[in-house]
C-alpha cells in the first residue's frame, strides 16, 4: 500500500478530520458499561455498608423473575438499578458529546428549555392514548377482558406513585442510551453525507437495536420485536421533531405505565408489576391482535396504533424543536458558544 498512514486515517476518522460516528458510539457503549459498574457498585457498597445486606451488589445488578409478584425489596432494586444506569448513561453522554463532537450536556436532551414542561405534557398524553387505542382495538375485537382490583384508596395512590418513578426513571434511560448520544453522533454523520434524508439511517439503525434489547423477553416472537422495531421509529420521530428526549421519554414511559398500571397487562411479556394494577387484564384469541402472553406489543392492535401515533408526532405543528435546542445540538456548538462569548466581550 503506497500510503498505509492514509489507510488507517480513512478508517478511522471521517472527512470533516474527526474520529467516524462508529468509533463514537463504540467508545460510549464501552464508556457507559465501564460507568454502569462503577456506580452501581458504589450504590451497592453504600447500600450493603448502611444495612449490613452483603447480597445486595449481586441482587442490585440482576432484575428478580419477571414472572414473579414483585416484592417491596425487588421494586428498591430495580429503582436503584435504573437509577445507576441512567447516571452512567448520561455521565458518558456528558463525556462524549464534549470530548468528542464539542457540544455541552445541554444537548444530549434532558435540557430544560422553553418548551420542555409542554413536549413532556403533550407526550405523557399521547402515549396514554397510544395505548389506549391499541387497547381498546384488542377490547372491541373481544380478544381482552378486564376486572377491577380489590384495593383501597390509598394502595391505588401508593402503587401509582411507585410505578410512575419506576417507568419514568427506566424509559429515561433507554432515552438516553438509544436516542441520545448515539443517536445524534449517527444524525450528524449520515446527515453530512445523505442531507435531510441522513435522518432516516440513526431512525433505522437505532429502531433495530431497540428490537435486538428486546428479542430474548420471554414469549418474545418475530412479530413482537418488530413492533418493538417500530416503536423505535415512533421514539426516534420524536426526537427528531423536538430535538430534545424529553417528549420520546414521556411517551416511553406512559406507554408503559398505563398498560401496566390501568390495564394490567404484560409489558413486553413482563407481569412482575400487575399486582399493583386497577383492573386485571385477561388478553385471549386472536393472538395476532392482543399480543398474547407477550402483551398489546405483540400485536397488530399495537402496530396500527404506533403508526397513527407516529404520522400525528410528524404531522402536528404543536410539536417544534425549540431554538436553545437547535443551537444545542449543532455538532461543535460549544465552540460556537465560545467564540460567540469572546466576541461579545470584545465588542463591549
Given at each position: 500500500m503506497d500510503n498505509p498512514g492514509g489507510a488507517v486515517s480513512f478508517i478511522f476518522k471521517n472527512g470533516e478530520g474527526e474520529l467516524r460516528s462508529g468509533w463514537r458510539v463504540l467508545i460510549f457503549l464501552i464508556l457507559t458499561q465501564t460507568l454502569t459498574f462503577l456506580i452501581g457498585g458504589i450504590v451497592a457498597g453504600l447500600g450493603a455498608l448502611i444495612t449490613g445486606d452483603k447480597r445486595l451488589l449481586a441482587e442490585l445488578l440482576l432484575d428478580p423473575p419477571s414472572t414473579e409478584p414483585v416484592t417491596r425489596r425487588g421494586l428498591t432494586l430495580i429503582i436503584l438499578n435504573r437509577s445507576a444506569l441512567l447516571a452512567a448513561t448520561l455521565a458518558a453522554s456528558a463525556v462524549c458529546a464534549r470530548?468528542?463532537?464539542?457540544?455541552s450536556f445541554a444537548s444530549i436532551g434532558y435540557k430544560l428549555h422553553a418548551g420542555w414542561i409542554k413536549d413532556f405534557s403533550v407526550g405523557y398524553a399521547l402515549g396514554a392514548l397510544t395505548l389506549a387505542l391499541a387497547v381498546a382495538i384488542i377490547f372491541m375485537a373481544g380478544a381482552v377482558s378486564f376486572e377491577p382490583r380489590d384495593t383501597n384508596l390509598l394502595v391505588v395512590l401508593v402503587n401509582a406513585i411507585i410505578l410512575f418513578v419506576t417507568f419514568l426513571i427506566a424509559a429515561a434511560f433507554e432515552e438516553a442510551l438509544v436516542r441520545g448520544f448515539m443517536f445524534q453522533a449517527l444524525l450528524h454523520n449520515f446527515r453530512a453525507m445523505l442531507g435531510d434524508w441522513g435522518a432516516v439511517v440513526p431512525v433505522v439503525i437505532t429502531s433495530v437495536a431497540f428490537g435486538v434489547m428486546h428479542l430474548f423477553n420471554p414469549n418474545a416472537t418475530l412479530f413482537s420485536v418488530a413492533n418493538t422495531m417500530l416503536a423505535g421509529v415512533w421514539l426516534g420521530v420524536a426526537y427528531l421533531k423536538t430535538r430534545s428526549l424529553w417528549l420520546a421519554t414521556a411517551l416511553h414511559a406512559a406507554w408503559n405505565f398505563v398498560m401496566v398500571?390501568?390495564?394490567?397487562?404484560?409489558?413486553?411479556?413482563?407481569?412482575?408489576?400487575?399486582e399493583m394494577a386497577l383492573m386485571a387484564g385477561q388478553y385471549g384469541p386472536?393472538?395476532?391482535?392482543?399480543?398474547?402472553d407477550y402483551g398489546p406489543e405483540g400485536g397488530a392492535a399495537a402496530t396500527l396504533a404506533l403508526i397513527l401515533s407516529t404520522i400525528l408526532i410528524i404531522k402536528?405543528?404543536?410539536?417544534?424543536?425549540?431554538?436553545?435546542?437547535?443551537?444545542?445540538?449543532?455538532?461543535?456548538?460549544?465552540?460556537?458558544?465560545?467564540?460567540?462569548?469572546h466576541a461579545s466581550a470584545s465588542e463591549t
Open positions: 470530548l468528542l463532537e464539542r457540544r398500571f390501568v390495564f394490567g397487562l404484560p409489558v413486553s411479556d413482563i407481569i412482575m408489576y400487575n386472536p393472538v395476532w391482535l392482543s399480543g398474547g402536528w405543528r404543536v410539536l417544534r424543536a425549540s431554538e436553545e435546542m437547535i443551537i444545542a445540538t449543532r455538532h461543535g456548538g460549544l465552540d460556537r458558544q465560545v467564540d460567540t462569548s
